[in-house]
C-alpha cells in the first residue's frame, strides 16, 4: 500500500498552536484517501513554532496528489490554530509543498479541471465573501471593512499581539521615552520662544531632525522640502500664474536672478507652485469650545535660482486675493515673512497626514486587500504576489478607526489631559478627504505619470528630486517583476481577459473602493498583460515604496514643532509689519500640543517588529521555480538600487534614504 509522510508547520505567532483534533485526507488524480488523524502518542502536537511529521498510508494508488484537505474538530476549548505549510514525501521519494500562511501550489481557476478543486476555491471565496464585507465608514470615504474593532477581523489578518498597534499605548510610550511627561502639567501654556521648543526635542534627535532644528527659518531649507520631505507630492511646475494670486514682477524682482520678468520665468519653467485649496472653509477643531484653532489655505509661489535650488518668492495665506490677504514676500519684515512660512508648514502638515497619507496610502491599499480576499482564491497567483503587501494594512486602519481618527478619538482631542491635538480633528479631516477623492486617481497612483502630470519629470532641470529618483528606480524594478511573473502565468492576453477571478477583483476595487466613479480612472477590467502588469505595480508600489516614503520620514521633518505645526492657535495675519517674536510663539502649539504631537511623529516614524522589508518573502506562497527565480532577480535588483542610493549619500549633509529598498516595508503596517 502506499505511504507517504505529510509534514505540518505551525506559525510562531502568539496562540498559533491548538490542541484541537487534526484530520488529514489526500486528494489526487486517481482517488482520494479516508481521513487520518494526525496524532503522536505521548507528545503534543502542534504546538507553537512546531514542525511534526507523519507517516500515513492510503489504501489505493492516489495519482498526482491535487489537495491536501485538513479538518480541525474540537478536543477541550475551541482554538484558533496557523498553519504554515505542509509538505507531501510521496511514495516515489518526490515533495510537494502545500503553502497556507493562515489560520484555519498557484494555479487559475481554468487549471482546476477536477470538480472538487473547483468546488474548493468557489466555497473559500463563497466563505470570504462573508467575511470580508465592504462598510462605509464616513460618506464619500473609499469603502472599508466591515468590523468595528480589531477583534471583529477575520483571524488570518490580525496583528499578532494587538499590544504593538494600539495607539494609546504606543504614544503613552512615545511620550514616556522622550521625556515629555513632565512638561503636560502646564500643557495649555505657550512655550517662551524658539529655544524652549528643544526641551522637548533634545532627547531623542538625529542628523535630519537636527538640521531642521539649524536651519528651518532659512529659504533653501523651506524650498528642499518641497523636493524631499516627508510630503514631496504637491510641487509642480507653474505653467500659468493663477489670478488668484496676484504678484507682479516688481514684487518679486529682488528673488529674480536672470534678469527676466516674472512672466519670462514661467514660460522657462523656472516657477513652481504648491497650492492648499482643498483647506479652504475646513472647519478648524471645535471639540473644545474655550479652545480656538485656525487652518489656511495658502499659495506658495517658488524659484529655481541659478544654483538650481528651489527657494520662497511669494506666499498668499488664503484663496481670494484683497487687501486683507497680502502677499507676503522675503523682502518682508523678518518675522512677517517667517509666520508666512510657518503657516505654510502648518498646512503642508495636514494635507500631508489626512491625504497623502491616510488617504493616498492606507485607505487605498485596505481597498486592494479587501478586494483581494473577496475574489482571490489563495491558489491564485496574483494573490500569492499581493498577499505580502497588504500585510496587516486591514488591521491598522481599523485599529486607527477605532482609536486615531474616529470622533473623539486621539486626532481629535489627543492623550489625557484632553489638548485638542490637531487642527484638523473634530471632523475637518473628514472633510479633508471627501473633498480629495474627487482628485483620486488611478493615473495619480501609477509613480511615473504622477510625476509627469506635474512637470516633474525633467532631471536636467530639478536635479535634487531624490523622492522622483528614488521613486522611478523602485518602480520600474516593482514593474520589471510583476511582468515577469504576470508571464508565467498568462501566455497571452486572452488568458488575462478570461480569468474571471481576476476581473472580478478588478470590479471589486473600482465599484466599492472607488464607488464606480468613472472620473477616477481605475478600470473596471483589464484585458492585458501590459496592463495586468501596470495595475500590480500600482498596487505593491503604493503599499510599500509610496507609504515608505511619505511616513518614515515624519520624526525627522515634523518633530521640530515650528517646522510643522499641527494646529495654529491665532487667525493668519491680515496685514504686514504687525508680527513680532512673542506673537509667533504664542500662535504656535502650546506645550500639551507640542508634546502630543511629538510622540505621535515618533509613534508613527517607527518600523514594525521583525519588518519585512520590499523583496522579503518568507512565507513562501510560490513553490513554482521560475516564480522563485524572478524572486531572486527582483531581490538583486532592490540591492543594487540599495547600493546608488547609498552611494549618492555620502557625505550629504542631508541624506535621502526614504525610498532606498532595505526601508522600505512590504506593506502599510503603521
Known amino acids: ?165 494600539d495607539f494609546v499605548l504606543n504614544y503613552s510610550k512615545a511620550m514616556e521615552n522622550l521625556f515629555i511627561n513632565r512638561f ?16 522637548i526635542f533634545v532627547k531623542i534627535s538625529n542628523t535630519i531632525s537636527e538640521r531642521v532644528m539649524s536651519h528651518w527659518q532659512e529659504d533653501l531649507m523651506f524650498g528642499y522640502q518641497f523636493l524631499n520631505g516627508c510630503n514631496p507630492v504637491l510641487i509642480r511646475r507653474c505653467t500659468k500664474l493663477p489670478e488668484k494670486l496676484p504678484v507682479t514682477t516688481e514684487m518679486v524682482e529682488c528673488s529674480l536672478e536672470r534678469q527676466l520678468t516674472l512672466e519670462q520665468e514661467v514660460q522657462q519653467g523656472n516657477i513652481f507652485i504648491v497650492d492648499y485649496e482643498l483647506l479652504d472653509g475646513i472647519d478648524a477643531n471645535k471639540t473644545d469650545p474655550c479652545t480656538h484653532q485656525f487652518l489656511a489655505a495658502p499659495i506658495c509661489l517658488l524659484y529655481k535660482n541659478l544654483a538650481n535650488k528651489i527657494v520662497p518668492i511669494a506666499i498668499q495665506l488664503n484663496q481670494t486675493p484683497g487687501e486683507e490677504n497680502p ?59 499581493l498577499v505580502a503587501h497588504v500585510r496587516f494594512t486591514i488591521a491598522i486602519n481599523t485599529k486607527a478607526r477605532e482609536q486615531l481618527i474616529c470622533e ?44 509627469k502630470a506635474r512637470g516633474m519629470e525633467s532631471t536636467e532641470d530639478i536635479p535634487y528630486y531624490f523622492y522622483r529618483d528614488d521613486g522611478l528606480l523602485v518602480w520600474e524594478a516593482i514593474q520589471t517583476f510583476t511582468s515577469e511573473v504576470v508571464g508565467i502565468y498568462y501566455e497571452s492576453d486572452q488568458v488575462v481577459e478570461e480569468d474571471q477571478e481576476l476581473q472580478d477583483f478588478v470590479k ?60 495654529m492657535r491665532a487667525p493668519p495675519p491680515k496685514a504686514k509689519g504687525m508680527v513680532n517674536i512673542e506673537q509667533i510663539v504664542d500662535t504656535l502649539p502650546d506645550r500639551g500640543r507640542s508634546c502630543w504631537h511629538l510622540g505621535a511623529v515618533w509613534a508613527l516614524s517607527q518600523f514594525q517588529d521583525n519588518e519585512l522589508f520590499l523583496g522579503m518573502y518568507p512565507e513562501e506562497h510560490f513553490i513554482e521555480k521560475p516564480v522563485k527565480e524572478a524572486m531572486a532577480r527582483f531581490r538583486k535588483n532592490l540591492d543594487a538600487i540599495v547600493s546608488v542610493i547609498a552611494e549618492r549619500n555620502k557625505n550629504k549633509k542631508l541624506p535621502y534614504y526614504y525610498l532606498s529598498p532595505d526601508r522600505i516595508p512590504n506593506s502599510v503596517a503603521i
Open 508 to 567: 471589486d476595487v473600482y465599484v466599492y473602493g472607488m464607488r464606480g466613479k468613472k472620473a477616477s480612472g481605475f478600470p473596471k477590467s483589464i484585458k492585458s498583460r501590459e496592463k495586468l502588469s501596470e495595475y500590480l505595480t500600482v498596487v505593491i508600489f503604493t503599499a510599500s515604496a509610496q507609504h515608505a516614503a511619505v511616513n518614515f520620514g515624519q520624526y525627522d521633518w515634523c518633530s521640530w514643532i515650528p517646522n510643522a505645526p499641527p494646529t
Open 184 to 199: 503636560m502639567h502646564m500643557f495649555q501654556s505657550s512655550w517662551n520662544d524658539f529655544a524652549d521648543f528643544e526641551k
Open 408 to 451: 473623539y478619538g486621539l486626532f481629535d482631542k489627543g492623550l489625557s489631559p484632553p489638548t485638542q491635538a490637531n487642527a484638523t480633528g473634530g471632523g475637518g479631516h473628514v472633510q479633508m478627504v471627501q473633498r480629495a477623492m474627487k482628485d483620486l486617481t488611478y493615473a495619480s497612483l501609477c509613480f511615473p505619470m504622477a510625476i
Open 1 to 165: 500500500m502506499p505511504s507517504y509522510t505529510v509534514t505540518v508547520a505551525t506559525g510562531n505567532q502568539w496562540f498559533a498552536g491548538t490542541d484541537d483534533y487534526i484530520y488529514l485526507s489526500l486528494v489526487g488524480s486517481a482517488g482520494c484517501s479516508e481521513k487520518h488523524l494526525l496524532d503522536k502518542a505521548f507528545y503534543n502536537d502542534f504546538e507553537r513554532g512546531a514542525v511534526d511529521s507523519y507517516d500515513m498510508t492510503v489504501d489505493e494508488e492516489l495519482g498526482e496528489i491535487q489537495l491536501v484537505r485538513i479538518e480541525k474538530r474540537k478536543y477541550w476549548i475551541h482554538d484558533d490554530w496557523y498553519l504554515k505549510y505542509i509538505t507531501l514525501k510521496t511514495p516515489h521519494g518526490d515533495y510537494i509543498e502545500f503553502p497556507c500562511y493562515r489560520w484555519i501550489t498557484a494555479k487559475l481557476a481554468r487549471d482546476d479541471q477536477i470538480h472538487i478543486l473547483k468546488q474548493h476555491r468557489r466555497k473559500e471565496l463563497e466563505t470570504r465573501q462573508k467575511q470580508y464585507r465592504w462598510m462605509e465608514w464616513n460618506p464619500g470615504f473609499p469603502l472599508s471593512i466591515d468590523a468595528k474593532c480589531h477583534k471583529d477581523l477575520p483571524r488570518d489578518i490580525q496583528f499578532d499581539s494587538e499590544k504593538g498597534v
Open 327 to 385: 502677499i507676503f514676500l522675503p523682502s518682508d519684515a523678518k518675522y512677517d515673512w517667517l509666520l508666512a512660512k510657518i503657516w505654510v508648514r502648518s498646512s503642508d502638515f495636514h494635507i500631508h497626514q489626512t491625504i497623502t497619507h491616510l488617504l493616498c496610502t492606507h485607505l487605498v491599499s485596505e481597498v486592494f486587500g479587501i478586494a483581494m480576499y473577496r475574489q482571490l482564491p489563495a491558489v491564485h497567483p496574483i494573490f500569492k504576489l
